[in-house]
């Protein structure tokens, strides 16, 4: 499991997780992008070296609204763990 903080000025920090897993119905392992105890995305890696992000519903029924460093910082953590390299 790996924690990505962020904030902005006058943004509340927020606190992904990014957490590597191997599920039933991928072939791959997964980074799974979690705020809180809620998964926002899921990040995979496909047969040609790419990488691609699923981005889920929030549950409240309302649009997700976060850091964008925070969250591009998550996803460039998930790529890199996924990887096995920096990005």
């Known amino acids: ?6 904030a902005g000025q006058g943004v509340k920090q927020v606190s992904f997780v990014v957490e590597i897993a191997s599920v ?5 392992l997964v980074a799974e992008i979690w705020l809180n105890d809620v998964m926002v995305a899921e990040v995979t890696s496909d047969d040609i070296g790419g990488f691609k992000v699923e981005i889920y519903p929030n549950p409240n029924d309302t649009s997700w609204s976060f850091d964008l460093e ?7 953590l998930a790529k890199e763990r996924l ?5």
């Open 83 to 87: 990887s096995g390299k920096p990005a």
């Open 70 to 76: 925070a969250f591009t910082g998550a996803l460039k």
């Open 1 to 6: 499991i790996y924690r990505f903080l962020g």
């Open 24 to 28: 039933p119905d991928r072939e791959t």
